[in-house]
């Protein structure tokens, strides 16, 4: 069993690294083509957890076109958004409801998340190999 926790850390670090990478990318693509727009929370879409509760903004904003639109941002908050809070989006101009709430801190939280696990998984993998390689301390006391 021990035997297998290396090369499974590996391969999940590995994959940890590729979806890392995908987001990156993915996140590059959106922020090329995305338009700033001003918002306004209109209400909060509440999704219950194990624990705990997550609030997603739903955010009524107007494009560059002048098209009205309404959609809920794929990020939330345990606390919410105060209805009414006017609020920065960046928004896909061929596909308005694909919205993000203009933070730095959410943009990138995937490709973050992404790269620690990759590191620990590499550090687990690396510990485990370093442990099984080395050779047992000889007793010196007797």
């Known amino acids: 069993m021990q035997g297998l926790i290396a090369p499974v850390c590996l391969i999940l670090g590995v994959l940890a690294v590729v979806w890392a990478v995908l987001a990156y990318r993915s996140e590059r693509r959106f922020l090329r083509t995305a338009l700033r727009a001003s918002g306004v929370v209109e209400s909060l879409k509440a999704e219950r957890m194990e624990r705990s509760t997550v609030y997603f903004p739903v955010i009524r904003f107007t494009t560059a076109a002048g098209v009205a639109i309404t959609a809920t941002s794929k990020t939330g908050k345990s ?64």
């Open 79 to 142: 606390t919410g958004y105060p209805i009414g809070q006017q609020i920065a989006v960046l928004y896909d101009p061929g596909d308005p409801n694909n919205l993000q709430i203009d933070a730095r801190w959410s943009r990138w939280l995937i490709v973050a998340g992404a790269i620690f696990l990759a590191l620990i998984l590499f550090g687990i993998a690396a510990s485990t190999l370093l442990s099984t390689s080395s050779p047992t301390p000889l007793n010196r006391l007797g």
